[in-house]
């Protein structure tokens, strides 16, 4: 049975999550080159606009960022990649320009921002699933960094807790291409809705018209 889109991304039941969209991530203080320049060929526009049209239409509207103490208690360090970021010219240190969201994404006073000191994932260790379930979210749009890592977590991590998922391809970013690519043609499309970032406007843009 084909998907009724005008449910699945009512606005009413739906969020807007950006994932690490970061000036330290994604911007001009990134530590990861590869992915801010994936992530400045076009996802950052679009998730701008998400953004824009969705606060329009009284989509809630939250940044799950990362960031640590600068004593680094209680950080991860676990993994190859907690142990680069520990040791980066621009550590994403509560506070710093580094944790901030880039300035192509406005952030409004009636936005959530969801900071966590360890982790992979925007659900863990964060208030992120009482958040939503108090909101009556039943969809959850993901948008942000990375397909690698941070975006699988989150989709894994949300259909587990029941909600249905959106990724918009053109507002995610991981690295290189093609891997990117296979992950979504091997385990993300087969977990959420893969859709551009137009037809979700497309439909928010009509709610708030009517």
Same mark, same amino acid.
């Given at each position: 049975?084909?998907?009724d889109?005008?449910?699945?991304?009512?606005?009413?039941?739906?969020?807007?999550?950006?994932?690490?969209?970061?000036?330290g991530?994604?911007?001009?203080?990134?530590?990861?080159?590869?992915?801010?320049? $994936? +992530?400045?060929?076009?996802? %950052?526009?679009?998730? =701008? *606009?998400?953004? #824009?049209? !969705? /606060? $329009? +239409?009284?989509?809630?509207? %939250?940044?799950?960022? =990362? *960031?640590?103490? #600068?004593? !680094? /208690?209680? +950080?991860?360090?676990?993994?190859?990649l907690?142990?680069?970021?520990?040791?980066v010219?621009?550590p994403?240190?509560?506070?710093?320009?580094?944790?901030?969201?880039?300035?192509?994404?406005?952030?409004?006073?009636?936005?959530?921002?969801?900071?966590?000191?360890?982790?992979?994932?925007?659900?863990?260790?964060?208030?992120l699933?009482s958040?939503?379930?108090n909101?009556?979210?039943?969809?959850?749009?993901?948008?942000g960094?990375s397909?690698?890592?941070?975006?699988?977590?989150?989709?894994?991590?949300?259909v587990?807790?029941?909600?249905?998922?959106v990724?918009?391809?053109?507002?995610?970013?991981?690295?290189?291409?093609?891997?990117?690519?296979?992950?979504f043609?091997?385990?993300?499309?087969?977990?959420?809705?893969?859709?551009?970032?137009?037809?979700?406007?497309?439909?928010?843009?009509?709610?708030?018209?009517?």
């Open positions: 049975m084909p998907l889109l005008d449910v699945l991304l009512a606005p009413e039941f739906c969020a807007l999550i950006t994932q690490e969209c970061q000036r991530v994604i911007g001009e203080h990134s530590s990861l080159p590869a992915l801010a320049e $994936a +992530a400045g060929s076009g996802m %950052i526009q679009a998730v =701008a *606009e998400l953004v #824009r049209v !969705g /606060r $329009a +239409a009284n989509v809630p509207i %939250i940044h799950c960022t =990362a *960031e640590r103490r #600068r004593d !680094g /208690r209680g +950080a991860n360090s676990n993994a190859r907690f142990q680069y970021m520990g040791k010219p621009n994403l240190f509560t506070d710093s320009e580094a944790t901030e969201i880039v300035p192509e994404i406005s952030v409004a006073d009636s936005d959530f921002i969801l900071p966590r000191l360890h982790g992979l994932s925007p659900f863990q260790g964060t208030e699933d958040i939503l379930r909101l009556g979210v039943r969809t959850i749009i993901g948008v960094v397909v690698n890592v941070a975006i699988q977590n989150l989709a894994f991590d949300a587990n807790a029941a909600y249905q998922v990724l918009p391809r053109d507002a995610v970013a991981g690295f290189p291409d093609e891997y990117v690519d296979m992950v043609e091997h385990t993300l499309g087969g977990i959420t809705t893969v859709l551009q970032s137009e037809t979700v406007l497309d439909v928010w843009q009509r709610a708030t018209d009517t």
